[in-house]
């Protein structure tokens, strides 16, 4: 079973930068795309960003030049680096990974910005 575990949310102010991790119980290598979604109350779950296991990377309109994601292979381990945050990212964030079989979810991780 392969697990994704989120980490790096909380409570901070606008302007605030965070940083996310989403740690694999495998090779990350091995997923051939990782993303990174968020899900705020009464809101579907959306795409924040993505890299392929061929580095191409993908980000939301509403996020670009302020977050970065990348990756450590030799963590396994995704990152999601948030800058120049703002109330409206405030949702519950999600780590998704892509195998060939099946797709795995994280459980999330609350990231709340507000002054």
């Known amino acids: 079973q392969v697990q994704l575990v989120e980490s790096g949310g909380g409570l901070v102010q606008p302007g605030g930068s965070l940083r996310l991790s989403c740690a694999a119980s495998?090779?990350?290598?091995?997923?051939?795309?990782m993303g990174w979604y968020r899900q705020a109350p009464g809101n579907q779950r959306l795409l924040v960003a993505s890299?392929?296991?061929?580095?191409?990377?993908n980000y939301a309109d509403s996020v670009k030049d302020r977050f970065t994601i990348s990756r450590d292979n030799g963590k396994n381990t995704v990152y999601l680096q948030m800058n120049s945050l703002k109330p409206e990212d405030t949702a519950v964030y999600y780590c998704?990974?892509?195998?060939?079989?099946?797709?795995?979810w994280g459980q999330g991780t609350q990231v709340t910005v507000s002054s």
């Open positions: 890299i392929s296991s061929s580095g191409m990377i």
């Open positions: 495998r090779s990350i290598s091995s997923f051939y795309h």
């Open positions: 998704k990974g892509d195998l060939i079989t099946r797709t795995y």
